[in-house]
């Protein structure tokens, strides 16, 4: 069975994206998150709460991966799901330069921005503080290149 942070996980090893009707595997040593009620009643100590969107090209419509010394969770997309926050923190600190153009005929404008989705349901208590700082740093960041931020 499956570790991650010493909590053995239980998961199926087939995931079915009900937006896409598609079947996902995961392979074999590698764990899909694990689903959380609407309640976030049944997240174990220490993981967080996400929601990982949908993005704009192909290979982000399928469950996304994500690897930590060994370990490799599948994070299905439009759904709930707990993580451990370490985890978490990798897909915060994936970033990813684009383009915009103001408008036609002017120049480029590059920017960078996170490269995945990620809304927080909710934080472990310990760990929520962190957290809550390294998406100020975020937001600020955002500010400076003049993008809104709702």
Not at 10 to 38: C, R, Y
């Amino acid at each position: 069975m499956p570790r991650i942070n010493n909590t053995v996980i239980k998961s199926a090893q087939t995931h079915h994206d009900e937006n896409l009707s598609l079947d996902f595997t995961v392979p074999d040593g590698d764990i899909i998150a694990m689903s959380v009620d609407q309640d976030l009643g049944n997240v174990p100590e220490g993981y967080a709460v996400i929601v990982l969107g949908y993005g704009d090209q192909a290979a982000y419509m399928y469950p996304q991966s994500v690897t930590l010394n060994g370990d490799t969770i599948w994070i299905p997309r439009a759904s709930r799901r707990a993580i451990p926050v370490d985890f978490l923190n990798i897909l915060l600190d994936a970033k990813e330069k684009r383009l915009i153009q103001p408008k036609p005929g002017a120049p480029g404008i590059e920017y960078e921005a996170n490269r995945f989705d990620v809304q927080i349901l909710k934080l472990p208590e310990g760990r929520a503080k962190d957290l809550k700082e390294k998406m100020g740093v975020i937001r600020e960041r955002a500010e400076r290149q003049q993008i809104h931020v709702a």
